[in-house]
């Protein structure tokens, strides 16, 4: 199938993809937004044990992690107009990304909210009891006691999620989104050079996700920079605690894979 | 005066606490005794909601909370004239020494913040810790961060401070510079509910021992009434088991 392999393809199609980067980066930065807040909204009822709150996001949250992110993107894209009709909102005017960034930030909101639940209830309970015991409020407790130290503990988690978002956006070309893969399947039609548009792409999906992972790292050893021991023992208690830290995380967290079809 | 008044605590069918009256005047130290189990840590929990009573009255100074139908802000207010200071420490893991200490400075009693860092500084630096003021709690010994959660609780500037076994969770060795700085505390007038099994500190620091079992005060006393002529068998049992040196007779 298609044209002779050619190195040099590989070369002048990843300007290309790259031209449509934007778009996939827009993806993932909306719904990562999205996500965040979703997941904050869904994480605190099951946190505080809101009765039926808390029933509803545990729904919410089993339809997400329990559904292929496809059958999400489909169900949204052609079911909600459906229903939104009956309640006559017009909605064949609004573009797909809207859908794409609805579904994605749904999605990883979902995922967002164990990571979150998981994270605070990392933060050990004592500190909190001494927070009230000072006299802080319970807002007050959480946000100057309790977030600063689970953002470091989510770390590890968020960065994962961050990545398989990256690389579920890829399905928003399903829906017809000009996005990298989009732009990759046009290029491969039009050249016959398929296999050089997806080693390009690869290549484009792998420095990013490399560049996200090192990056979050480096947030994740300033957050939890508190866990250090004294300068002469750094090098090797930072390993092992980052270490203990990410095994918490694999026991609790939700252990996202990638783009499953 | 702090005086606690029928206060009982059940955990579902469970009573831990029965009908419990205790008065602590002002710049006195209450150490309170009993076997493990007894309600100590419940009763001491009680006293700044962290645990929330299911009957009584709890009444600091001329502020008074019912407990059963305590508001949010009477619960607020009552854990700002309290301060506590834990078994495990509890510092703020994500902060410094000195971050501990000013934290309560600086949210609860909204001190600006020059003021907040001097008085933090000449805390730590009475409880003897004056160059570990940038050290997180993971680089400090259990006796150090102790000694911070003590500073911690000075800072409130509370009309008690309750502490729960402070010492328990330390390696022996560092029992004794712990102990020290509650000692000194203790001669500067504050007034000060102690749970402990250290019965040497017991005796010296204590104007007021209380025994404790079974979720009811069975003696209280001096010292020397308390530990020299205790009443009550059961007094007599548990002082006999734990310090069996001293020989207790009628
Ligand atoms: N959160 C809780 N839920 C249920 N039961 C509890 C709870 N906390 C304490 N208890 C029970 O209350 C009783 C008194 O406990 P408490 O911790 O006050 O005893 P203590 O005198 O401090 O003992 P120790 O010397 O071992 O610290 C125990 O029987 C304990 O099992
Ligand atoms: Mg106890």
Known sequence: MGAPFDISYVFTFLPKLLGTLGTTLLIVGCSLLAGIIVGFLVALPRLYKVPVLKT??????????GTPILIQLFLFYYGLPEILKLIQVDMTRTPVLVFVILTYGLHTGAYMSEMIRAAVQAVDKGQVEAAYATGMTGVQAFTRIVLPQALGIAIPVFSNLVIALLK??????????????????TLGSLTQHFIETYIALALIYLVISFAIEKLLLLAERRLLRHEKRSTAEIRSFKIHKNWSYRRIIAELGPGKGGAGL | MISLTQISKSFGRHQVLNNIDLTVTKGEVVVILG????????LLRC?????????????????KVNCKHARKKEIHQLRQKTAMVFQQYNLFRHKTALENVMEGLLIVKKLPKEEARKRSIALLEKVGLGSKLDAYPSQLSGGQQQRVGIARALALEPEVILFDEPTSALDPELVGEVLAVIRKIAKEGITMIVVTHEMGFARDVANHVVFMDGGVIVEEGTPTEVFNHPR?????QFLKRITPELNYSI
């Not at chain 1, 509803?56 to 992690?65: D, G, K």
């Not at chain 2, 009550?232 to 007599?236: A, C, L, N, V």
């Open chain 2, 47 to 63: 006293v700044n909601y962290l645990e929330k009573p299911s009957d009584g009255e709890i009444s600091i100074g001329d502020f």
């Open chain 2, 35 to 42: 076997p493990s189990g007894s309600g100590k840590t419940t």
């Open chain 2, 232 to 236: 009550e068998e059961r007094t007599k």
């Open chain 1, 56 to 65: 509803c996001s545990e729904i919410y949250i089993s339809f997400f992690r």
């Open chain 1, 168 to 185: 579920d956006t890829s399905l928003a070309f399903t829906l017809g989104v000009m996005e990298m893969t989009g732009k990759a399947q």
